[in-house]
């Protein structure tokens, strides 16, 4: 039985009351589905990418619903309440940042810049600050506390992974959930669709800005992420 269904993404349930079957379509949307196109084979690229991520912060000691891969398509994932929070984790200013504070696209920040958005296409995940987050009983105080240790551990788990393979991690995008028990995971999807990543040497936009901006190549592009990231991890 499917259980929901977004832009690229659905989630099946499984015997299990607590796993999930989710579900990489090969839909590429951006500007919250406005502009939307197929790319065949894209839900397999974004499928591998994201289990070598999870699995990178799973070794690193960070809980994600991520259990394993069940197929070219597929994942077994843990079932957990999702926070209507996205959180936003800059490295360098890009996208509507430079917009809003008429910053120059590439200045590295000083220090990492976390933004805190309300999950809602209709509102156009509008950026709200803790004090919303708790007023409305999105998320605790504590709750809150956790998450952005975590982030920060993320974020450098994440930056050294992907410089690794010559890929710059200017920002990313990553949600949490709650197990029945409270317990605090991170959920949906990381892969180029949700981190904005730039070839080290030559700059070039490897994620979902190719199609955003008209760059072309997005599924070459994906592709040549994973096959960077899937040859260091079987090094």
Known sequence: ????????????ATESKDEVRVFHKD?????????????????????KISAILYETLERNGIATHYIRT??????????????????????????????R???KTGTKLSIPV???????????????NRSYAIALGMASREELDLIEEELGHINLVLTSLFHEVGIKLVD??????RLADGTLLVCDE??????????????????RDRFRYDLGNVGEMYEEVLRRLSNFINE
Not at 1 to 12: A, H, I, N
Not at 172 to 177: A, L, R, S, T
Request: aromatic share 8%.
């Open 1 to 12: 039985m499917k259980l929901t269904e977004g832009k690229s993404r659905q989630v099946f």
């Open 27 to 47: 839909d590429e949307t951006a500007y919250n589905g406005i502009k939307h196109v197929i790319i065949p084979g894209k839900g397999i690229i974004i499928n």
């Open 70 to 99: 069940i197929d070219d398509r597929q994942q077994l994932c843990r079932k957990v309440d999702p926070i209507r929070l996205e959180f936003i984790v800059r490295n360098y200013a890009a996208g509507d940042m430079t917009e």
């Open 101 to 103: 504070l008429d910053v």
């Open 114 to 128: 976390v933004e805190c958005c309300y999950k809602s296409d209709e509102l156009d995940d509008p950026i709200i």
């Open 172 to 177: 990313f995008k990553v949600e949490f959930g």
């Open 190 to 207: 990381l892969s180029p669709d949700s981190c904005r990543l730039w070839d080290e040497q030559t700059g070039d936009s490897m994620d």
